[in-house]
């Protein structure tokens, strides 16, 4: 079974320091991550993924992802945040078997305050 | 064109009402999608088409009726509903069959049943 968790309900980060959102995997196969970005009322947004490759994943507006096989994590992060940063934060993960098939975490929300 | 096209953005709908959402995209994606999502929830797979047929049923109540007219629209048909269907309904679409490809979602029809 694939599944992914999200530990934290939210973050909270000063403007301008490092931000971490923390996301865990479990699956069968080769994970086939992604990380998800939802403003009030709107879809979800893809930041960046991870299938093979590089551990370091870079995704859009400056976010990036790594990639831990040993601690199976794939943390988001930000060196500078911004205050538009702050939305809902959805990490996911592809079905091995079945392609169509995308499990959530319980999203983080983040909050940067100016 | 990378969007996806859902309409209308907001709903309010009777218990005996019959109304219906409808989703469109242009991308050549021959995978569709419906979620559905509570406040600060992740999303819920219901349905996902592929090539226009439902390969993905996941046990959605009569009430909801999905329909894939041709690989750019689908529409989601909706009867009889409860208060606890109160929820953004979004549409998603992804070519099939790629593990390393991302969903596109729309901005979602924020449904209210009174």
């Known amino acids: 079974a694939q599944s992914v968790a999200q530990p934290e309900d939210q973050v909270n980060v000063a403007e301008g320091n490092p931000l971490t959102v923390k996301c865990t995997y479990s699956?069968?196969?080769?994970?086939?991550l992604f990380w998800y970005v939802q403003y009030p009322n709107r879809g979800l947004q893809f930041l960046l993924k991870?299938?093979?490759?590089?551990?370091l994943v870079k995704g859009s507006y400056g976010f990036e992802a790594e990639f831990n096989k040993s601690q199976t994590s794939f943390h988001l992060k930000k060196p500078s945040a911004l205050v538009s940063d702050s939305a809902l934060y959805f990490c996911?993960?592809?079905?091995?078997?079945?392609?169509?098939?995308?499990?959530f975490g319980s999203g983080t929300k983040l909050n940067v305050k100016p | 064109d990378t969007e996806v096209t859902q309409t209308p953005k907001h709903l309010v709908m009777g218990m005996t009402n019959k109304k219906s959402l409808k989703c469109e995209q242009h991308?050549?994606?021959?995978?569709m999608y419906w979620y559905k999502q509570k406040a600060k929830k992740p999303p819920e797979l219901m349905f996902v088409?592929?090539?226009?047929?439902?390969?993905i049923n996941e046990s959605v109540p009569s009430r909801f009726s999905p329909e894939c007219p041709n690989s750019s629209l689908l529409n989601l048909h909706l009867h009889a509903l409860q208060p606890e269907d109160s929820a953004l309904y979004l549409c998603?679409?992804?070519?099939?069959?790629?593990?390393?490809?991302?969903?596109?979602f729309g901005s979602g029809t924020q449904l209210s049943v009174l």
């Open positions: 699956v069968s196969g080769n994970p086939y």
């Open positions: 088409y592929s090539y226009e047929k439902l390969s």
């Open positions: 991308m050549g994606h021959r995978a």
């Open positions: 991870y299938i093979t490759g590089d551990n």
């Open positions: 996911a993960v592809r079905d091995y078997y079945n392609f169509n098939k995308f499990y």
């Open positions: 998603a679409s992804s070519q099939t069959g790629i593990p390393d490809e991302k969903l596109f």
